[in-house]
């Protein structure tokens, strides 16, 4: 069974950090991208970033950019992103989602920013 | 970017009533697209992928059709159980982006 469980969030000050992960089981981790995606408390969704298998290539929302890095041990089965700088505008729940088709989802995990 | 037009963005409707929301993009996607469905407090659902493939596990009352720019998602007969918003989303190009959303009520 797919299971992605993601780990990390809390309360943080503006300009602060986190450093979110994502446990992968269930299949072959290092076979499939993998994305980031928030939705903030009442809105819509939005994507965040996504990482290719091998970690080579990455991509990001432009409102992230320079703040966000994904990343990924394959190893460990394991996806992350770490947040720096962070904005109050970036409170959310972050889910991370298995492939560029999402076929699967964590439950996610709360980012609270406070100003 | 792409930009997701999706309508409507909320839908008041009735058990065994045909549901039809749309998605328009801003430029061609390549057939691109998913809808998922969502429910409160709930990770979102892989319902239709590649504008009109059936995820695996899905009912066959949701169905979804287009191409290029214009895309339609179908509950063929609405079941209590869809209640829930429902999103578009392309990954032609990055960033990938969402629709608004369309959010279904009982009448």
Do not use: H
């Amino acid at each position: 069974e797919v299971q992605l469980v993601e780990s990390g969030g809390g309360l943080v000050q503006s300009g602060g950090s986190l450093r979110l992960s994502c446990a992968a089981s269930g299949f072959t981790f290092s076979n499939y991208w993998m994305n980031w995606v928030r939705q903030a408390p009442g809105k819509g969704l939005e994507w965040v970033a996504n990482i290719k298998e091998d970690g080579s290539k990455k991509y990001y929302v432009d409102s992230v950019k320079g703040r966000f890095t994904i990343s990924r041990d394959n190893a460990k089965n394991s996806l992350y992103l770490q947040m720096n700088s962070l904005r109050a505008e970036d409170t959310a729940v972050y889910y991370c989602a298995r492939s560029n088709r999402a076929d699967y989802w964590g439950q996610g995990t709360l980012v609270t920013v406070s100003s | 970017d792409i930009q997701m037009t999706q309508s409507p963005s909320s839908l008041s409707t009735s058990v065994g009533d045909r549901v039809t929301i749309t998605c328009q993009a801003s430029e061609d996607i390549n057939n691109y697209l998913n809808w998922y469905q969502q429910k409160p407090g709930k990770a979102p659902k892989l319902l239709i992928y590649d504008a009109s493939n059936l995820e695996t596990g899905v009912p066959s009352r949701f169905s979804g059709s287009g191409s290029g720019t214009d895309f339609t998602f179908t509950i063929s007969s609405l079941q209590p159980e869809d209640i829930a918003t429902y999103y578009c989303q392309q990954y032609n190009n990055v960033p990938y982006t969402f629709g608004q959303g369309t959010k279904l009520e009982i009448k």
